[in-house]
């Protein structure tokens, strides 16, 4: 059996070093899934692509240069490339969440609620409110990293989201609701660069970005 561990990532160098290590420690790579957003295009500059982009592994087969330049030469992270989600804007994505949110892949295959980041986070077993939280950090600047673990691994996997620095989200639902967020609304315009820029230096003041 396996569970579905999603977390919350300010910092993209944090969430590519936690998909390093759980493919470390044994998570094989259609079992994860990043998607963080582009929105400042510090990976590159967004074009319009089509379902056609992702393939059966959640790779986005247009964007593997992308990849070999952003996550190195194996692993989950060579097949990340440019998307953009409906309410998420631009983004740099890979693996089975990925492929879910953008209605294509293994994501329609699998039965999920397609199109929907939302949708997605809730088919893979994680409660509405913390599917919101994700998706609309996510929107706001994140990265989402998320692992579907064998049951004998979990305790480890949680350990390397815990130290690369992964967020809460109960805490963070609630720091978004003092500011009148109530949830993630697809139809909502996109982040733009300096929204985003200003939203990751209220979390991380004193880290890397």
Known sequence: MTQTITRLFDDYADATNAIRELE??????????IVASNADKRH???VDQDDDSINDHGDVSRGVS???VLGGAGGLLAG???????????IVAAGWLAATAAGAGIGAAGGAATGSIVGALKNAGHD????????EGV??????????????????AEAVLERNRSVDAQSRGASYRESGW???DDTAPAY???EVHEERARYTTGSRL
């Open 182 to 184: 109530t949830s993630f």
């Open 128 to 135: 509405e409110n913390d599917a919101h939280v994700y998706a």
């Open 66 to 68: 992308t990849g070999a």
């Open 139 to 156: 929107r706001r600047g994140g990265s989402l990293v998320s692992a579907k673990v064998p049951d004998e691994l979990v305790s480890e």
């Open 44 to 46: 590159g500059e967004h």
């Open 80 to 90: 990340l490339g440019l998307l953009a989600i409906p309410g998420l804007g631009p």
């Open 24 to 33: 470390a420690i044994g998570v094989p790579h259609d079992h994860l899934s």
């Open 192 to 194: 733009t660069a300096d």
